[in-house]
Each structure stands twice: as structure tokens, then as C-alpha cells.
């Protein structure tokens, strides 16, 4: 145990993920628990430069687990990113005597974090948040499982419109670099296509899918397509498939932010709990520059460099079973 470890702080950067509250809660209550004194920074690395630094207890994060969001607030920093703004923040962290720092958030925070840990010798552990699920060195991200029940949701709900009107509906979720969130709300609701970055997807086999889709007498179809999809956006694909197919009736919906928001699920609130309390665990432990996820239900600490560096892959037989069940 890191016997001479006494104050951290804890902050949250980059895009929002629901359960993002519920692992800062973990993060407190457990250095607290541990005899630790813990501070909040707001507004991520901004709020490091600026010292906008707050003492937190275990009352400081009651009636939280439950929220959306993160009432520390998250921002992204240019000032960050330069050698002065990173001394400002080390300065900052030398007045309130903080020696060690949880961060919360994607690869472009755990970026931040190494450069700074490194050019300072402060401990630093990443928890990863994100919706996109795209993180190395975890089964999932926090905020992933309630990202995908809230596109499903919205997805049974514009089923309902295309099989009344007999509709081709193009649906776009999040993932700008990475198909997760799209594969798995089109497999749950049952999508015809699911058109994501990690496939080379053409024309062809997209038309392919509509077209057997009515030869098997379907008079309606879902195709889930994320939004780094190469192919194009539900914009440009529902104009080119109103030109493929004439008589078809084609519409598109862009669900957004929609999914970034909204009360965490049990699995997200659960995930937070875990790797908010395992953060505080790694660092009493010795361990730095690493981050704290779950793999095959155990905590593992992933070296900051390996989860920026390496992406989670597709899983290929989901890819599998979205094409057997579109029958």
C-alpha cells in the first residue's frame, strides 16, 4: 500500500456518459473511506489550470448515482495541451497539497493525463467513460449500456411509423470513429442493415439487403447506420435509395445527443461503482499511469499508452448474427 498518499482529486473530461456521477461518487466515498482527503475539479483540465478546485466528502456526492451528466462539469482544453497551461494546473495541485489524480473520461483525456503525469511524476488513473465503448483494456465503457437502451428505444419507436406507412427508415446513432452502439441497437431491434466504420459497406449490399427484404414479403425496413459510417450519412442514403428503389417511401432520423444524456441503467451504475472504487484501490496499490477496467468480470489495469493506442475491436459473430436473424 502507498503509505504516504493523502489528498487526490478527481475530475471528468471530455463528451458526457451517463454513470459518469455514480463513479465520481465511487471515487470519493472510497478515498474517504481509505482515509483519503479528495477534491473535485470542475470542469476537467480547465478547471486544473484555472484552480477551480473544491474539498469534497462523502455528502458531497449523495442523491447522485442516479444523474445524467456530470455535476462536475466536463470541458476540452487547448490551454492544456500547452507546456504552460500544464505547469499552471501543477502549480494549482502543489498549493492544495494533491499528489495524486482519478481522471474520467475517453482516450483523448487519458492522452492529457500521461504527458501530464509524466512531466510532473503525479499518479494518475483513468476510469473510462464514454459511449462509445471503443476504450482498450475493458469490456465496456461507462455510459455504453445505457447509450444503446436509449437509441433502441428510440429505435422500437420509429419502427412503429415504418410499418404503417411501409417505410424504409435510415436511423444514424453516435459512433463517429467506432460501429459499437450501432451493432448492438441493430441487432436488439432488429435492423435489416447495419451499416458501421469498421466494414467496407457499398451500395450494392445495402440495396442488396432492402431488396430481399421485400422479396421475403417485409414492407418495412430499419437500417441502423453510425455516424462515422464511410458510406455516407442517413442524409445522402436516403437519397440515394429513393433513386434505387422510386416507389419506396424513405425517410431518415439523426437520434444525437439524445443517447450522451439521461439516468445511467443498473449495468452503467454498477460499472461506475466498480471501477470508481478499483481507481482508489490501483492508486493505494502503487499503481499510476494505467487505467482501471473489467474484463471477463475482473478489475485489470490497462497502461495509459496500450488503451490509447489500441482500440476494442467488433466482436465478428455479432456481425454474424445481425446477418442470419435479418431474414
Known sequence: MSQNLKKIAVFTSGGDAPGMNAALRAVVRSAHYNGLDCFGIRDGFNGLISGDIIEMTPR?????????????RSARSEEFRTPLGREKAFHNCQEK????LVCI????????????????????????GTIDNDIFGTDNTIGFDTALNTAMEAIDKIRDTAVSHSRIFFVEVMGRDAGFIALHC????????????EMKDSRESLFGSIKKANERGKNSCIIVVAEGEELGNVVELAKITEKEFPEASVRFAVLGHIQRGGNPSCADRVLASRLGNAAIDGLLAGKSMCMAGIRANQIIYTPFEEAIQNHNEINTDLLKVAEVLAI
Open 60 to 72: 458531497s456526492v449523495k442523491n447522485i448515482i442516479n444523474l445524467g451528466g456530470t455535476i462536475l
Open 97 to 100: 497539497g494533491i499528489e495524486a
Open 105 to 128: 473520461g475517453g482516450d483523448g483525456s487519458f492522452t492529457g493525463s500521461k504527458i501530464f503525469g509524466e512531466e510532473f511524476g503525479l499518479k494518475i488513473i483513468g476510469i473510462p
Open 186 to 197: 441493430g441487432i436488439a431491434s432488429g435492423a435489416t442493415d447495419i451499416l458501421i466504420p
